[in-house]
């Protein structure tokens, strides 16, 4: 079984968009009927654009499954930009004749903002930085890959992980929990996953929602933008996935390398996060019960956010994105031009959202599934997915059992109750605690 990886292709306003799924084992259901959910749920949310109402995203298999079973070799996936009707001569791939040149430069000449190369940078954006990182003197050729339209090859990505976690009993869901600093009550939080899903900002809480929405009306009146934060939460990992050993094998590291990769978020923290700096240990580490009847291990809060030595601790893993506001303001900021290097009253503008806290948390919600994807195939991969079931369930069994009583010297018990692991149950994993499955959460682990 190779490693578990992919790469996504394409520009916000070209044909389309386009993700390679490598590792994936054979034998795993897949439709594009599936992964149109998760794709939908991307594109909905008060606040959002324009772009939004022109597209309507469909991943499209194009290999690696057949009949609706995956084949075990790479799986490609586009996804269509319908607006590229509007932009074909702008963002062309092939060379432009002549005529089709001096078309375009009549354009722009009009003051036909599409055809007009930018070169006024946007303060909080890639466009400077990429520009003269790649030598180019027109930011479009920066904007189009740097914008947020990518990660909707990352969601048709994560929607493959969900199959795959799914089959073996993990899932995975985000909430908004604060929109310009309006946070989600815990003990207000009355909506199901569903009635939150269905909310116009996916938040479980009623009252912190219509005080959200009259934050991202004000950054609208306003000509302004506002960000928030996103939860994600997973249920039914087992303990293990990660690894203290080597700092590239902690999972912790790689989720907060995951969650930061999203275009628009600046911080990432694991259940209570920074608020642990303001605590006495005593309140922050998370106490453990014992291990129950059925072999699971049981801890008295979930303040670690089900990570502790960047190990999963058989805790809901509870991770949280800080969602900057949109760079692109309708009242644009002051700026400079990339071409004079003077400074500019207003800087370049194109339609834009107010706010994508609820889209934000359904693309965290790809990439900790397809971080976990990762880490699942690592420890328990084959190339069929009756294999890494098979292989998941005999190591549930063995952690679920007592392990034999140590020995000085090292020597093992012949006597032991481990022996029996092989034919124990599997473990269940404990729901977790508080609010849709998380408590006060953080990153804990031994010094």
């Known amino acids: 079984m190779g490693a578990f990886r992919f790469l996504t292709a394409g520009e916000s ?3 389309t968009l386009g993700v390679t799924i490598e590792g994936v084992p054979a034998g795993l259901g897949l439709t594009a009927e599936a992964l149109a959910v998760d794709l939908a749920r991307r594109q909905k949310g008060y606040g959002r654009g324009a772009r939004q109402a022109i597209e309507q995203d469909q991943a499209e298999i194009l290999a690696g499954v057949r009949h609706g079973t995956t084949l075990g070799s790479p799986i490609l996936l586009l996804v269509r930009n319908r607006d590229w009707e509007n932009w074909t001569e702008v963002m ?14 009549d354009a722009a000449s009009g003051g036909n903002k599409r055809a007009t190369p930018v070169t006024r940078v946007r303060p909080g954006h890639a466009d400077l930085a990429g520009a003269l990182k790649y030598g180019f003197n027109d930011v479009r050729n920066v904007l189009a890959r740097a914008s ?25 869901w985000s909430f908004t929990a604060e929109v310009g600093g309006v946070a989600v009550d815990p003990a207000n939080a ?7 899903d269905a909310s116009p900002l996916r938040c479980p809480d009623p009252d912190a929602e219509a005080a959200m929405i009259a934050r991202i009306d004000e950054a609208r009146s306003a000509g302004d933008t506002v960000g928030g934060v996103f939860e ?3 249920h039914g990992l087992p303990i293990g996935l990660g690894s203290y050993v080597h700092w590239d094998r902690r999972l912790d590291g790689a989720l907060a390398a995951a969650v930061m990769s999203i275009n628009i978020v600046k911080g990432v923290e694991f259940g209570l996060g920074f608020e642990q700096t303001r605590r006495f240990g005593s309140a922050v580490h998370d106490v453990i019960e014992g291990r129950s009847d059925d072999g699971a291990w049981i801890h008295r809060t979930n303040n670690a956010g089900g990570l502790t030595g960047g190990v999963t601790n058989g805790e809901p893993l509870v991770v949280r994105g800080a969602v900057k506001p949109i760079s692109t303001l309708a009242r644009p900021l002051p700026s400079a031009d990339l071409i004079t290097g003077e400074a500019v009253d207003k800087a ?5 959202d107010i706010s994508v806290v609820p889209a934000a948390g359904v693309v965290g919600e790809a990439m900790v599934m397809l971080t976990l994807a990762r880490f699942v195939l690592e420890k328990f991969g084959g190339d069929t997915i009756d294999d890494v079931k098979a292989n998941l369930a005999h190591y549930r069994a063995r952690i679920a059992a007592a392990p034999d009583a140590p020995v000085a010297g090292g020597r093992r018990s012949t006597a032991g109750t481990g022996a ?15 609010l849709t499955g998380t408590d006060e959460a953080g990153s804990g682990g031994d010094d």
């Open 148 to 172: 947020a339209r990518e990660t909707a090859a990352r969601v048709a990505a994560g929607g493959v992980a969900r199959a795959f976690l799914r089959e073996l009993g993990i899932e995975t």
């Open 348 to 352: 370049h503008y194109e339609r834009s």
């Open 13 to 15: 306003h070209g044909p």
């Open 420 to 434: 029996a692991a092989g034919d124990a149950a599997a473990a269940t994993v404990p729901a977790g605690h508080g």
């Open 92 to 105: 062309a791939v092939e060379p432009l004749d002549d005529d089709a040149a001096a078309t375009l430069n």
């Open 232 to 234: 994600v939460v997973v």
């Open 190 to 196: 009355s909506r199901s996953r569903d009635e939150a």
